[in-house]
């Protein structure tokens, strides 16, 4: 029989990557709370319009990468059968829960969110088919300074996880409507001199979404795109301003930055301010965190016009960039020997545990052998408890480490172990 795998791009997450991915969103919490932020879980499936029209049909995401089905359960009470998509993004569920919501009446909304999404990409280090995020909205400012702040929350985060270091933050201006079309119209004209060496997939965005093109990563179109136009030289005096006034506010807070002419972001309702953490350490799934402002979005929902902001970071990449997340204390070895000890056990076990202290219990085989597993498993304290020790309302607590052992009664033990850092007495 072939070993029984997780689908492809799918992975079991356990030991020390399950505790740096936590460490990831504690911190992720923790930064949270501090910039206003309060939690928003939305749907792991949505309508698949709520992702197909703000991302645009010549997206990667809903091109080719969005896992999609009709769902019908007549059973259930289904009268017609839905079309549904396991969320490849956060923004746009976010987005639309705030309509649905109706929380426009409390703006400004600052919504932070974890959890998987689902592309189906070709997978590689880095980059699965369900991976995890973080994401922070901020819903309700259209002023430059509250992309400084969502990039200031960002910094600090990064920061927190020790990667000030290894990351830089690339930032660009996509401009308003106007300057975003006056932009495609010179890139327009630029490329269509160079159709003959564009690759198939820019040729095609060509017409729908020129902008993307800038985000090849074929290598041809690399070299064309290297020579196209600016983007800041269609910008208008108030897309400048703009621009301005985000980098006067990070100068002001000392977070550094490298301005990317070529920045896009990959989804359709992006404007103004575009960035991407990047590290050179994981080689091309580099980008750690990305994110930029969105004011037409929920309006293309069908919503009320509100401007938004937002960021998303990659949980796997971030946790393998950072490594933090120390393992934990390993519990406290209980060892009952015998029926009586073992009911006085689960008494025992949970006044410790109401102390903060973890434990477990191992009831299976003779002593030598309990000790001997005791020992292999890192922990420092093993409290035994036989027939004698019970007799006399003691446990004998054995201090792994200094191996030394002591007998101590019942209602002395959470301090007999949180107390002393070794001597159990
Ligand atoms: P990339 O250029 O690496 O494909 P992206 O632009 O598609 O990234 P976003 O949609 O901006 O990514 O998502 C935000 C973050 O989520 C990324 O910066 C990355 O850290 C993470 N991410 C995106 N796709 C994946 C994936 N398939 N596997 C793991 N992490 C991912
Ligand atoms: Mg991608």
């Given at each position: 029989m072939s070993k029984l795998q997780p689908a492809r791009g799918t992975r079991d997450i356990y030991g020390d990557e399950a505790r740096h991915m936590r460490a990831v969103v504690d911190a992720f919490q923790r930064v949270g709370l501090s910039y206003g932020f309060e939690e928003l879980a939305t749907p792991?499936?949505?309508?698949?319009?709520?992702?197909?029209?703000?991302?645009?049909?010549?997206?990667?995401?809903?091109?080719?990468?969005?896992?999609?089905?009709?769902?019908?359960?007549?059973e259930a009470g289904d009268k017609e059968p839905e079309e549904l998509t396991l969320r490849p993004e956060f923004t746009a569920g976010v987005c639309r829960a705030f309509i649905s919501n109706g929380m426009q009446q409390n703006l400004p909304c600052r919504f932070m969110s974890w959890g998987p999404a689902f592309r189906r990409e070709r997978p590689q280090k880095g980059r699965y088919r369900q991976f995890h995020q973080i994401n922070a909205e901020l819903l309700g400012q259209d002023s430059p300074e509250a992309d400084v702040d969502m990039i200031a929350m960002a910094w600090r985060l990064l920061?927190?996880?020790?990667?000030?270091?290894?990351?830089?933050?690339?930032?660009?201006?996509?401009?308003?409507?106007?300057?975003?079309?006056?932009y495609r119209a010179d890139l327009v004209a630029y490329l269509s001199n160079h159709k003959a060496d564009?690759?198939?997939?820019?040729?095609?965005?060509?017409?729908?979404?020129?902008?993307?093109?800038?985000?090849?990563?074929?290598?041809?179109?690399?070299?064309?795109?290297?020579?196209?136009?600016?983007?800041?030289?269609?910008?208008?005096e108030a897309s400048k301003q703009f621009f301005a006034a985000v980098k006067a506010g990070l100068d002001a807070i000392g977070v550094p930055y490298h301005h990317d002419e070529r920045l896009v972001r990959g989804m359709d309702y992006y404007c103004h301010t575009a960035f991407e953490f990047i590290t050179t350490e994981l080689g091309a799934q580099g980008t750690v965190l990305a994110g930029g402002r969105y004011d037409g979005l929920i309006e293309q929902l069908g919503g009320p016009p509100t401007p938004g902001i937002g960021w998303a970071g990659g949980i796997e990449r971030l946790a393998m960039l950072s490594a933090t997340g120390s393992q934990p204390t390993p519990p406290v070895i209980l060892m009952p020997m015998g029926e009586q000890a073992t009911l006085k056990a689960f008494d025992i076990a949970e006044s410790l545990r109401s102390a903060g202290i973890s434990v477990v219990a191992d009831r299976s085989g003779n002593l030598k052998k309990r000790l001997n597993r005791a020992n292999k498993s890192g922990a420092?304290?093993?409290?035994?408890l036989g027939d004698n020790e019970l007799a006399a309302g003691q446990a004998a607590v054995k201090n792994l480490e200094a191996g030394t052992q002591n007998d101590v009664a019942f209602d002395a033990l959470v301090r007999a172990i949180s107390g002393s850092a070794g001597d159990a007495s």
């Open positions: 792991i499936f949505e309508f698949t319009e709520v992702y197909k029209r703000p991302l645009g049909e010549t997206s990667d995401i809903v091109s080719k990468e969005m896992y999609s089905f009709e769902s019908s359960a007549r920061n927190d996880l020790g990667l000030g270091d290894k990351v830089i933050l690339h930032l660009n201006s996509l401009g308003d409507q106007d300057s975003r079309a006056a564009l690759s198939e997939d820019s040729l095609r965005r060509l017409d729908s979404n020129p902008l993307r093109i800038l985000d090849s990563k074929d290598e041809k179109d690399r070299t064309i795109v290297a020579g196209a136009p600016a983007m800041s030289a269609s910008m208008n420092k304290f093993a409290v035994i």
